[in-house]
């Protein structure tokens, strides 16, 4: 199993039944392909839609794409509408659950994803409305960079979207829990050591009282 389908199939096991999600682009939104038996999720896109179908069914329509520009379906009941409408959703309170990636998030839950200094990005999108107005916040991302170097820190070193925002962070080699004391360890990949997930993480952490294997298949 790759590192991206380890995240996917881990973040897909915190969907409750008859949650509003935002998935953001990449990694989180191949979690809507994993979805466990008998739940059911509405995905919500800020760029105008409730119920939007998972990326792995059909496509109805090539002009129809989510915030991240891929072709989509809406399932049945689903709903289109504009940007502001969309985004009084989110400021509204009324996202269960939304996934991110990130560029680094720290020990104490600052999320920073939208940009680096000097480099051409395409601007953080929703990021910094959903990471204040969604219920709970979830970074889905590989550990470290693709050079290797950590990505979850003591303290975030790039622009913020949101400060004291994140309450998990899931990757290829572990699960964090963001306590109010710092970083606690709840879950290790399967074959992943905890030395190995200390010497990929820069944050401080202890281990929880109930750590266990990540549970995917």
């Known amino acids: 199993m790759d590192a991206k389908t380890i995240i996917a199939k881990r973040v897909a096991q915190e969907f409750e039944d008859g949650y509003v999600v935002n998935l953001g682009i990449g990694i989180p939104t191949l979690a809507a392909d994993f979805l466990p038996t008998g739940i059911s999720v509405i995905l919500q896109s800020e760029n105008g839609f409730l119920g939007l179908a998972p990326l792995d069914g059909p496509v109805a329509d090539v002009d129809l794409v ?12 689903g709903a289109v509408f504009d940007s502001a409408m969309s985004f009084a959703i989110i400021r509204g309170g009324h996202v269960d659950m939304t996934v991110l990636g990130a560029l680094e ?15 051409l990005v395409p601007g953080m999108g929703g990021a910094m409305d959903l990471v204040s107005g969604a219920k709970k916040v979830i970074v889905a991302m590989e550990h470290t960079t693709k050079d290797g170097s950590p ?7 790039l622009p913020l979207t949101g400060k004291g925002v994140v309450n998990f962070i899931i990757t290829n080699l572990c699960v964090f829990e963001v306590t109010p004391t710092g970083l606690l360890l709840l ?18 952490f202890v281990i929880g009282p109930r750590m266990c294997i990540m549970p995917i298949v």
Request: a neutral charge.
């Open 66 to 77: 989510n915030a991240g520009g891929k072709a989509v379906s809406i399932i049945p009941g």
């Open 105 to 119: 998030v720290d020990q104490e839950g600052n999320l920073a994803n939208w940009m680096v200094p000097g480099k």
């Open 151 to 157: 990505k979850i820190l003591k303290k975030c070193t």
């Open 187 to 204: 879950e290790t990949a399967p074959g992943v050591t905890v030395d190995e997930v200390r010497t990929n993480t820069v944050a401080e």
